[in-house]
């Protein structure tokens, strides 16, 4: 039996024993009796809060495995996955499990906040243990929430429509599900907005994980993606991308290119992630 939510099962016996001094309540307004039927109430309170972290706990010891739907689906997005060996790939399924559990997922832009499917919160949760795999913290600390929006959107920092966001203030990255799904199935044709913002989150925990050469220029960047500078302004909607985050997401998304045009830096950022 796979058991994802252990916080669930947890809250069971709890919740019968509220259910039952709420009822003894009924014939018995006791002041020891109210005191008793507090306890399970406020264990229950407590589970609610802290489900991430308990979930977290129980999957990073009892792994459970990741559906042949999710696989083949981060098998077919993800060149990075395609080249681990088998021994890493269940490690990789274990970090994806672990960070979609210990994150929270907003689908915002609807009449009311949604939960995000499960398959979306997977094709998401597969960025930060791809640009996190050789190092042992995954989790991207700054930035506990994934906010996700149908369309562009504006937002309090940029009040016109954009298609990604980070704020390290509020601790959340922030994307049009319409441009990531896109690209992530057609990455020759889509700039992905959702791997953007998470390499400029990752970058703002590890900012000197690598550094671009002095004559690296957003055309030798168009060179490797087939994107000029302007297109992704555009898929973004503004003007303040990163160029070396834009790199990062090169690194991984089009590895072959990137060796092909630029060996010298796939090399030394290759050598830095497995440092």
């Known amino acids: 039996m796979k058991i994802y939510k252990f916080s669930n099962i947890l809250s069971v016996p709890f919740f019968l024993a509220a259910l039952y001094f709420l009822f003894r309540l009924i014939d018995d307004t006791h002041d020891l009796m109210a005191a008793w039927a507090t306890v399970p109430l406020v264990i229950l309170v407590l589970i609610y809060l802290f489900q991430p972290q308990i979930d977290y706990w129980w999957l990073s010891r009892n792994p459970v495995g990741v559906d042949k739907e999710v696989r083949d689906m981060i098998c077919y997005t993800n060149p990075f996955y395609r080249t681990l060996a088998d021994t890493e790939k269940e490690e990789f399924h274990k970090r994806l499990l672990l960070y979609e559990n210990g994150r929270e997922f907003i689908a915002k832009g609807m009449e009311k906040d949604m ?50 966001e980070i ?109």
């Open 167 to 275: 704020n390290q203030e509020d601790g959340v990255i922030i994307f049009s599900l319409e441009h990531a799904e896109a690209s992530f199935f057609k990455p020759k044709q889509f700039f992905n907005v959702a791997w953007q913002a998470y390499a400029e989150a990752y970058l703002d925990e590890n900012p000197r994980l690598f550094n671009l050469p002095e004559n690296y220029t957003w055309h030798k960047l168009e060179i490797i993606t087939g994107f000029s500078k302007a297109f992704i302004e555009k898929t973004a909607g503004f003007s303040e991308v990163s160029l070396k985050a834009a790199t990062l997401v090169a690194f991984f998304l089009y590895p072959e290119e990137f060796k092909a045009k630029e060996g010298a830096l796939y090399q030394n950022m290759k050598a830095r992630f497995r440092a």
């Open 115 to 164: 939960n995000v499917p499960y398959d979306i919160r997977y094709m998401i949760s597969q960025i930060p243990v791809t640009l996190s795999f050789w190092n042992k913290n995954f989790l991207i600390e700054k930035y506990d929430r994934v906010v996700i929006y149908k369309h562009a959107f504006p937002s309090p920092l940029k009040r016109f429509l954009h298609t990604y």
